[in-house]
């Protein structure tokens, strides 16, 4: 596809169109001005190219940033809902301490749902006490050695690594 030089590409403004070249009514350069022309030109793409790369990666630093930080939001948004059940996990529970039945499969399939997407719970009866991951309520006397779970009175509960609520317990010393 040939282009038509003369064609006047843009109407914007603050594009400068360069004056079309007049090669007969010019004087021939002297190679002292074709190096310093090649120079200043060379300096040009030069600065260019290297605007061009930090923009690449300033891109590139934002997309991964923002990726990011849609991902946390997203976590956050997850823990926020998962931790708003928990009373409701906690409601099914009583109930079906109660003798409650009907509420069985209920709880099950809401455990099923929170376990698919990395809600687990704590495991507290007979592990060492663990401040992070337990809330000691009560204390019973021991042999003195190391302060193990001996009851759970309310459960705890992790999702991934987060502790979403410390399980309530009695520990023995």
């Known amino acids: 596809m ?12 603050d594009i ?3 004056e079309p070249l007049n090669v007969e009514s010019q004087e021939p350069l002297s190679v002292e001005e074709l190096i310093e022309a090649l120079e200043s030109v060379t300096t040009e793409r030069d600065d ?7 923009l690449q990666a300033e ?13 946390q939001q997203v976590s956050n ?23 409650l039945e009907d509420v069985v499969p209920i709880k099950s ?6 376990q698919k997407h990395g809600l687990t719970r704590i495991e507290a009866v007979g592990a060492l006490f663990d401040p992070n991951q337990h809330e000691a309520v009560l204390h019973e006397a021991g042999d003195g050695g190391e ?6 009175l309310r459960p705890g509960y992790r999702w991934g690594k987060r ?7 009695k520990v023995r010393d």
């Open 59 to 71: 891109f590139e630093n934002f997309r991964r940033r923002s990726s990011g930080e849609l991902a």
């Open 147 to 152: 302060q193990v779970v001996i009851e759970e």
């Open 109 to 114: 399939s809401l455990d099923a749902v929170l």
């Open 16 to 18: 400068e169109t360069p």
């Open 48 to 54: 260019f190219r290297d605007s061009l790369q930090r």
């Open 77 to 99: 948004g997850v823990a926020r809902l998962v931790e708003s059940l928990l009373p409701v996990l906690d409601a099914c529970d009583a109930a079906t301490a109660q003798g």
């Open 163 to 169: 502790v979403m609520r410390a399980a309530m317990v």
């Open 2 to 13: 040939a282009v038509d030089c003369d064609e006047e590409v843009s109407n914007d403004p």
